[in-house]
């Protein structure tokens, strides 16, 4: 949902100001009837699935899976529904124009965006609003399964705490750090021609706000940590058990939070790209209803992300995608200088076309990055949790308790690369009790981590194969060292044609 609302945002930022520059519905009944049906439609789709999921679960509470997979159906067909009609009210109709005529929307930086938005939250809270009952459901009847297995559970959210977790968790981790964003958009499109001339530079409005996205990208795991409800993790075992491995493994931090959902969230993240400025954040639920030796993996699968910098790589995917679809734009120019013709006109479509076109680069190759990453963090955490051979029970190829098999003897590069079955075996059953914590399928798709089954079976490739260790290391430096030298190619490039060539 976070990326969905990031879209959203990428989307309200590319309507040009006086709307797009092909023709659009401008009645103001049909602009009033979109809106109704963004607020509405979603809840409606929200409530179908709602109706699904009760069903199943009152006809065979045994049919839980199948009740889980409804509901994340569910949740997919509210995205997809929210976001086409976000398009359709934002590039086919004159709602953009409408909004930003408003007296004093158009005066206030930043407030057009958001008052353009508004429709899109409102669907999105009452979708959440309504899709409640089954997530309540879904819910009670894990819990049952799990009294019986005798694990310890807090009773099921009530809707205000599960809104207001939803609400913080995918909405506000956006729109608050936005909040700068779109003011400065608008304060640096008001005074373009004056920053051009102070700076001397023709992109200096540009810089400025890259600038200041820059700064707000930086400080916002500050913000993010009020924005969640978080408190630092108590002194006390885990706490040492978690500091002893960031000695050992050399990761810093400035603080480990617990991260508050009422206990019905098992799930852990990793924030901020410079030491002073990063936090870890483990959820209640995490920390209540698993061991400490799996809390110690998931603990090494975030310190996997900073010690392999992704999220520096994944800023230089931004900037990349951002220079290749500039490029592309500049070099359609060169080839049909005819374009230019219509300029004023041109710029609007090309805002709209850029924009569209860096979504598309995202979902095509975000995916491919990401799961890699995922892949080699799921590595890292299992590493980070190696016993001493003593404690080793599975045949082990990196305690030597173990031999590979195949034809050739294992030259030492490969022995290096060895993982212990043991290891790996805890962090794939910590996966799958994460899955099952969270009430999601084992092999439930997922874009950005895969599915929890792939992981568990690519674990335990890991541990019986070297050369699987070593592929998924060659693919992961392929993708670094292409989007290191992609931005750099694409900055030179583009310093080249904005700065030095002669016009
Ligand atoms: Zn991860
Ligand atoms: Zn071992």
Redesign the pocket.
């Known amino acids: 949902m976070q990326i969905i609302v990031f879209v959203a945002f990428a989307i309200a930022l590319s309507v040009p100001l006086n709307g797009p520059p092909w023709q659009t519905v401008a009645r103001p009944e049909v602009i009033w009837a979109t809106v109704a049906a963004q607020v509405l439609f979603p809840a409606l789709v929200a409530w179908l699935y709602v109706r699904l999921v009760l069903h199943r679960l009152e006809v065979n509470p045994a049919w839980l899976p199948d009740a889980q997979e409804r509901l994340s159906q569910g949740g997919t067909a509210i995205r997809g529904v929210l976001v086409a009609e976000l398009c359709f009210l934002l590039y086919g109709t004159g709602w953009g124009p409408l909004v930003r005529s408003w007296p004093v929307v158009g005066s206030v930086y930043g407030l057009d965006e958001l008052v353009l938005l508004a429709p899109f939250f409102l669907g999105v809270v009452l979708s959440w609003f309504v899709l409640y009952p089954a997530d309540r459901a879904v819910r009670e009847v894990a819990m049952d399964r799990r009294l019986l297995a005798s694990v310890p559970m807090r009773p099921v959210w009530n809707r205000r705490a599960f809104l207001s977790f939803m609400i913080r968790q995918n909405v506000l981790i956006i729109l608050i750090p936005m909040l700068p964003i779109l003011f400065a958009n608008d304060f640096v499109a008001e005074h373009a021609d004056w920053l051009r001339r102070f700076t001397r530079v023709a992109w200096g409005d540009q810089a400025l706000l890259v600038l200041i996205a820059g700064v707000v990208f930086l400080f916002a795991p500050v913000a993010l940590r009020h924005i969640w409800h978080t408190r630092p993790l108590p002194p006390g075992d885990l706490r040492e058990r978690l500091e002893a491995m960031s000695l050992r493994v050399g990761f810093r931090s400035r603080e480990i939070l617990i991260w508050e959902s009422d206990g019905m969230v098992v799930n852990?993240?990793?924030m901020g790209i410079v030491r002073p400025l990063r936090y870890v954040l483990l959820s209640d639920g995490l920390i209540e209803m698993m061991e400490d030796r799996k809390i110690e993996a998931v603990f090494g699968?975030?310190v996997?992300?900073v010690r392999h910098h992704?999220m520096l790589f994944y800023l230089l995917f931004t900037i990349a995608s951002m220079l290749a679809v500039g490029g592309a734009i500049h070099l359609a120019v060169q080839f049909w200088p005819q374009l230019l013709h219509n300029r004023s006109g041109l710029q609007d479509y090309f805002q709209v076309v850029a924009m569209a076109m860096i979504i598309l680069t995202w979902v095509l190759g975000f995916g491919i990055v990401s799961r890699r990453?995922?892949w080699q963090?799921?590595l890292f955490g299992s590493r980070s949790i190696t016993p001493p051979p003593e404690e080793c029970d599975q045949p082990c190829l990196f305690h030597g308790t173990a031999i590979r098999s195949g034809p050739d003897p294992d030259p030492p590069a490969l022995t290096a690369l060895a993982v212990c079955a043991t290891g790996a075996e805890v962090f794939a059953k910590t996966l799958e009790t994460i899955a099952s914590l969270n009430g999601i399928p084992v092999d439930a798709r997922s874009w950005r981590?895969s599915s929890i089954s792939n992981r568990v079976g690519r674990l335990r490739s890991y541990a019986t194969d070297p050369t699987q260790v070593r592929r998924l290391n060659r693919h992961v430096l392929a993708i670094k060292i292409l989007l290191f030298f992609g931005t750099l190619i694409g900055l030179a490039v583009g310093v080249y044609l904005y700065w030095l060539q002669p016009r």
């Open positions: 852990a993240a990793v699968h975030e996997g992300h992704h990453f995922e963090s799921d981590h």
